[in-house]
T-cell receptor
Framework: NAGVTQTPKFQVLKTGQSMTLQCAQD?????MSWYRQDPGMGLRLIHY???????DQGEVPNGYNVSRSTTEDFPLRLLSAAPSQTSVYFC??????????????FGPGTRLTVL | KNQVEQSPQSLIILEGKNCTLQ??????????LRWYKQDTGRGPVSLTI?????NTKSNGRYTATLDADTKQSSLHITASQLSDSASYIC????????????FGAGTRLAVHP
């Protein structure tokens, strides 16, 4: 049981480049999400999905795109990287419930630097 | 506006000492409060979860308290170890929010020998 996996662990991009951050989970969770973590701030929700084929925007979605074709995978795409997207990105998964009692499991993170 | 504030921002203690981290929240409607531990370079890992009716929850040397009236929580670490060096994040869930979580910025704890 690998839990939540993310690749790559580190990435450096130039402004304007695009890339995809990969996320996979093997716990059969319906809910998957992407967060970014910046110094001095709490994690902020970028996009989330409540099942295959269903995605929605979070708090800071601009500049990012997601899709969910399978229960296991939830990739995050940066369309045209900007220095403001320099951050640590975490993918998380959990069962989906009204009052969020179920634990969210986080991946190890991807540290992205945009020059 | 839903907010979670943590104090102090950072803390240094000697190995074997106790410490207490604070969390104040203005989240409504409240569902539950969770403390996470985040080691450097890793994702957060859940330590405890408390609902409205619970005022204390322990996980080994970690004890969390919740005062729903004053909207405050604390995380007490007993007999600290070097491995306790990490960031501790307070997270509040919104009732009826379907996995909507409000994150604090965290307290960075360093335990020195």
């Amino acid at each position: 049981n690998a839990g939540v996996t993310q690749t790559p662990k580190f990435q450096v991009l130039k402004t304007g480049q695009s890339m995809t951050l990969q996320c996979a989970q093997d716990m059969n969770h319906e809910y998957m999400s992407w967060y970014r973590q910046d110094p001095g701030m709490g994690l902020r929700l970028i996009h989330y999905s409540v099942g295959a084929g269903i995605t929605d925007q979070g708090e800071v979605p601009n500049g990012y795109n997601v899709s969910r074709s399978t229960t296991e995978d939830f990739p995050l795409r940066l369309l045209s990287a900007a220095p403001s997207q320099t951050s640590v990105y975490f993918c998380a998964s959990s069962y989906y419930d009204r009052d969020s009692y179920n634990e969210q499991f986080f991946g190890p993170g991807t540290r992205l630097t945009v020059l | 506006k839903n907010q979670v504030e943590q104090s102090p921002q950072s803390l240094i203690i000697l190995e074997g000492k106790n410490c207490t981290l604070q969390c104040n929240y203005t989240v409504s409607p409240f569902s539950n409060l969770r403390w996470y531990k985040q080691d450097t370079g890793r994702g957060p890992v859940s330590l405890t979860i408390m609902t409205f009716s619970e005022n204390t929850k322990s996980n080994g040397r970690y004890t969390a308290t919740l005062d729903a009236d004053t909207k405050q929580s604390s995380l007490h670490i007993t007999a600290s170890q070097l491995s306790d060096s990490a960031s501790y994040i307070c997270v509040v869930s919104v009732s009826g929010g379907y996995n909507k979580l409000i994150f604090g910025a965290g307290t960075r704890l360093a335990v020195h020998p």
